[in-house]
């Protein structure tokens, strides 16, 4: 027993010697050229490694660091730099017969700079091409081919990359980049798992096979993975300009699929806080897209097939093109929306830069769009018709906002307000909203008209006229009221005391939030002297006698000026 044990303890002796001793034994640094130079041939880049040494332990080699060579088409500075570099090696190959046998490679901390040009190429395009590797290859590696390098295990732990454009300093880096890839051969299929944190917070992560390796533009290498991204903050992209307050957080499933140039990835978006528009605030609710997209990899261009977007209940369809231009991305997409729940899109108003009042509600009605999206995505302008049919805005009485209209006619609204039917041409763009061709029927008030705008501060700055309609209510029964400026009114219109068809003009400022109603007093005076103010027996002979005899319009305008305390124009 104790002889048995002796002898253990000797082996174990000898063995811990070996493991200890043995390292230092195999000169492993004349490996280094073979590494390098089977590396170089395979990659079609320059491979340069540091210090090597030997674990018996691990079975692995380690270099102190590495660095692969970039395009010198896009860059001199490398492709990727890592602290160290461990290849797994068979260790009785290398200890009896100092054959290399590479069994896997851990790249750890490596930083991989990806860089495209303006016509869209990427320098990692050429990576593992015939080209490079003509370029690369020495002499002595004349026999070397891709098919000689086949890796059981290939990862790249606590990575970055950097993606930029060759003319540009501007970079986007993420972080926490993780690679895991099993039987990584050139010209075969491997399984490959890419995990990252985005700029700004959330995760990325595909899963897939990917291969084999397209010999002439790495990039048109085919692929099919799951694709998963969860938190994107696009303000940090680079997609949407953030000094124009633009922005919104991205959630994505989906499948990518790359073969013969094309890529199709299809499924669907979350795109959540988003932020439109200058002057706007983060939407409270989400907006879902269903979406089919096939992208040529060698025009750089798209198409995006029928696809559904979804706020609540409401459905809208997307289709149009997009294309790679230098550093942006520019769009072509057609939104049609139809008899979508009004109430359901409130919430992602703000978006828009749309603050109802404080207290207001969109309780019915249903909107209708017919909107193009084009220019980069850093700058979309969208242009198009609105239409918003048989709404309600509870909690809001556009009477008492309108105190000018009130004062005028007498007219009152009401606490809700109903609208038959509201229709814009709308340009919406990141410093603010443009309105042409606002018409609005209001069955309590009439119809009002005009255009305007919503900058980037959210100001409102529309001209606008109501023209009263018969069915409006006014505040004495038979007629406007007989004192104030609606008696002047009811003057002009022969002392018959109604004043439906009137055309009132007046001004909208201040914010969607808090609007503010002014009288446009220079183009009431206007009215009154062309007699397009519509009162019922309006005749100017009528008005004349009502306010003192041989009355010249002049002095309708100062009456009007005085009343609303303002000069005359």
């Not at 088409?73 to 890592?82: C, E, H």
């Not at 075969?188 to 890419?194: E, G």
């Not at 242009?383 to 009152?412: C, E, Q, R």
Request: hydrophobic letters at 40%.
């Amino acid at each position: 027993m104790k002889k048995a044990l002796k002898i253990v303890l000797i082996v174990v002796g000898v063995l811990i010697v070996l493991v200890l001793v043995v390292p230092f034994l195999i000169p492993v640094n004349q490996f280094r050229p073979t590494i390098e130079e089977k590396a170089s041939a395979a990659l079609g880049r320059k491979v340069e490694l540091g210090n090597l040494s030997l674990s018996l332990i691990s079975g692995s080699l380690s270099a102190d660091n590495i660095s692969i060579g970039d395009d010198p088409k896009f860059s001199s500075s490398p492709f990727l730099t890592a602290k160290s570099l461990k290849v797994g090696v068979e260790i009785l190959p290398l200890i009896f017969s100092k054959t290399l046998n590479v069994t896997g490679v851990t790249i750890d901390t490596p930083q991989v700079t990806l860089l495209h040009n303006s016509a869209g190429l990427w320098n990692y395009s050429s990576l593992g091409s015939a080209a490079a590797k003509t370029e690369a290859a020495k002499p002595s590696s004349s026999s070397t081919s891709a098919a000689d390098l086949t890796i059981k295990k290939l990862e790249l732990k606590n990575g970055s990359i950097i993606i930029g454009l060759v003319n540009s300093q501007k970079r986007s880096t993420y972080d926490h980049v993780d690679v895991a890839a099993s039987n990584v051969a050139m010209t075969s299929q491997f399984p490959v798992t890419v995990t990252a944190d985005l700029p700004s917070g959330g995760k990325f992560k595909l899963d897939g096979v990917v291969g084999p390796v397209d010999q002439a533009d790495t990039s048109l290498t085919p692929l099919a993975a799951k694709l998963n991204v969860n938190g994107l903050n696009l303000a940090a992209t680079g997609l949407l300009d953030p000094s124009l307050g633009l922005g919104g957080l991205v959630d994505l499933d989906g499948t990518l699929e790359s073969k013969d140039g094309e890529a199709e990835i299809k499924g669907n978006v979350r795109f959540s806080k988003a932020l439109l528009i200058a002057g706007g605030a983060p939407a409270a609710v989400p907006v879902i897209v269903d979406f089919n997209s096939k992208y040529n990899l060698r025009k750089n261009a798209g198409v995006l097939n029928p696809s559904t977007l979804k706020i609540g209940g409401a459905a809208a369809h997307l289709n149009g093109t997009y294309q790679s231009v230098g550093e942006a991305t520019v769009v072509n997409i057609k939104l049609e929306g139809k008899d979508m729940p009004a109430k359901d899109l409130e919430a992602f108003l703000p978006a828009l830069g749309i603050h109802l009042p404080k207290g207001a509600s969109l309780a019915a009605g249903t909107l209708n769009t017919d909107l193009n999206i084009t220019g980069p995505t850093n700058r979309l302008v969208t242009n198009g018709t609105v239409g918003l049919f048989h709404a309600k805005i509870a909690n809001f009485d556009l009477g008492s906002k309108m105190s000018t209209i009130s004062m005028l006619t007498g007219v009152k609204t009401g606490q809700d307000l109903d609208i038959e039917k509201l229709t814009t041409n709308l340009r919406m763009a990141p410093d603010g909203l443009q309105a042409e061709n606002f018409l609005a029927v209001v069955p309590a008030l009439g119809n009002l008209i005009g255009a305007g705008t919503v900058d980037s501060k959210n100001d409102l700055d529309f001209k606008m006229a109501a023209t009263l309609a018969n069915t409006a209510t006014f505040s004495s029964s038979g007629g406007a009221p007989v004192s104030g400026i609606g008696g002047v009114l009811g003057a002009i219109g022969g002392g018959k005391g109604n004043c439906k068809g009137a055309t009132i003009p007046f001004l909208i400022h201040g914010t969607t939030a808090d609007p503010k109603f002014v009288p446009d007093v220079g183009g009431i005076a206007a009215s009154l002297v062309k007699s397009q103010l519509g009162c019922a027996g309006g005749a100017t002979t009528g008005a004349t006698k009502a306010l003192g005899q041989e009355q010249n319009p002049a002095d309708a305008i100062n009456a009007l000026g005085g009343l609303f305390k303002k000069k005359k124009p």
